[in-house]
């Protein structure tokens, strides 16, 4: 997956992000970080192709998306969403649906309606929904928001599993502890543009902030 995005932006053509360019790789985990209003939404929107406009080019290959807040149809149970993405998507993975039921214990529910969920379910259903497609990238909007410490930990090891059969995974994410241990890469944004890119090394480097956690470093960037 390659990215390069010159400017995008919601309305009268006022680019809200800019200068953003990256690459996702298979089997690896690449964690988007930065501050409440830095474009990490945005520039998530670009890559989904639901940005009004967008100067620049994605070339995004086959991915699977698990929003911030859950988007679903509040007249289909999670059988019928189930049902429906399976066949949007041309995949037929059983096992694989079965195993996530059971696993995240949504298997009593199957029948009822997503709107009727938790907020904690909804997010599981999400989850689910992205992984049965079997899609070469994932991309991870906040996915640990109304998760329980169980199910993020489940997450946790289904990303690393995902990592290691081979997908590509941009999180993006606001829990700094957890993507200094999870992610390969890093992709900083702020203010509407790259603060800084690469292994956590390289970033220490670049910004002068040797030694020192993602935590450290954007506590430090933040007091100059």
């Not at 690896?28 to 967008?54: F, R």
């Not at 195993?99 to 907020?119: M, N, P, Q, T």
């Not at 996915?143 to 941009?170: C, H, M, N, W, Y």
């Amino acid at each position: 997956m390659k990215i390069q995005i010159n400017q995008a932006g919601y309305g009268n053509q006022e680019p809200v992000i800019h200068d953003i360019a990256f690459e996702l790789n298979p089997g690896e985990i690449v964690g988007m970080i930065g501050s409440n209003g830095a474009g990490k939404s945005t520039t998530v929107a670009c890559l989904t192709g639901t940005i009004p406009w967008m100067q620049g080019t994605i070339d995004s290959g086959r991915y699977a998306y698990i929003p911030e807040q859950p988007i679903y149809y509040d007249y289909l149970t999670l059988a019928e969403h189930i049902a429906l993405v399976t066949e949007l998507t041309g995949t037929s993975v059983p096992r694989r649906t079965e195993e996530l039921l059971r696993l995240f214990r949504l298997e009593a529910v199957r029948h009822d309606y997503i709107a009727s969920f938790s907020k904690g379910m909804k997010q599981k259903a999400m989850i689910l929904l992205a992984l049965i497609q079997e899609a070469d990238y994932l991309l991870v909007d906040e996915p640990f928001v109304g998760l329980d410490a169980t199910t993020t930990i489940q997450l946790l090891r289904l990303l690393e599993e995902e990592r290691s059969r081979g997908k590509g995974i941009l999180l993006v994410t606001h829990v700094l502890d957890t993507a200094d241990r999870l992610c390969d890469r890093f992709i900083w944004i702020d203010t509407g543009a790259m603060l800084a890119s690469g292994t956590k090394q390289q970033m220490r480097e670049s910004l002068e902030t040797e030694g020192k956690t993602l935590f450290d470093m954007m506590e430090d960037v933040a007091m100059r």
